[in-house]
């Protein structure tokens, strides 16, 4: 009874636990003014994404890239998410563009995409066999970022690609919203170096 007592509260913790994650402040930014500046952001940043083949297939073949463009003078962006899909010599492309507002406070950025374009078409030997399909969408999506300035990188709190969120990332070395502590930086750090299922976009011009 003792043992099933114990598991029913390890089932109890763990719903409370993954309903509350992510946490509802990677949506906003900090209510007071950070020690450090403001960021006004221009130019384009890139995610570090290599290609994916599975060892299973000699047939597939995966590319993704994705950047982000900031405007200072309008505080805007535009977000570009392009996957490829090569197999049994056709390709299936995947084309997603967002674009919206951005604001800051000290090194966290918030990005509020307002609009979506997706489109998506399939090619063969250089032509276009299928498609285009092309959806718009408004939207609210907004997503919390920090900015480095040691080496000009920014990176979502969690998992984002395509404007589909996974529940992990760097808030999960976050005790303290907002804190850019030892906890913080050891976090940001290890997510900053995936490769598979990259996370961190570094300015490219």
Request: charged share 30%; hydrophobic share 30%; aromatic share 14%.
């Amino acid at each position: 009874m003792k043992d099933l007592l114990t598991v029913f509260r390890i089932l109890v913790f763990l719903l409370l636990f993954t309903g509350c994650f992510p946490p509802s402040w990677i949506r906003e930014l900090p209510e007071k003014p950070e020690s450090s500046n403001d960021i006004t952001l221009k130019g384009i940043y890139s995610k570090k994404l290599p290609p994916f083949s599975p060892l299973t297939s000699v047939t597939y073949k995966e590319n993704q890239t994705e950047r982000l463009e900031f405007s200072n003078s309008e505080k805007s962006f535009q977000k570009y998410y392009l996957r490829e899909i090569e197999e049994k010599g056709e390709i299936r492309r995947i084309q997603i563009e967002g674009s919206g507002k951005y604001e800051s406070r000290g090194n966290w950025l918030l990005l509020n995409t307002l609009k979506i374009k997706k489109e998506e078409s399939v090619w063969k030997d250089g032509k276009q066999i299928s498609g285009p399909e092309i959806n718009f969408l408004e939207t609210s999506h907004k997503l919390l970022y920090h900015y480095d300035p040691s080496n000009d990188s920014l990176i979502p709190m969690i998992y984002e690609s395509g404007y589909r969120e996974k529940p992990f990332g760097v808030v999960e070395g976050t005790n303290t919203p907002y804190a850019e502590d030892e906890l913080f930086r050891i976090s940001r750090r290890n997510y900053s170096k995936k490769e598979y299922q990259g996370h961190a976009y570094f300015k490219v011009r």
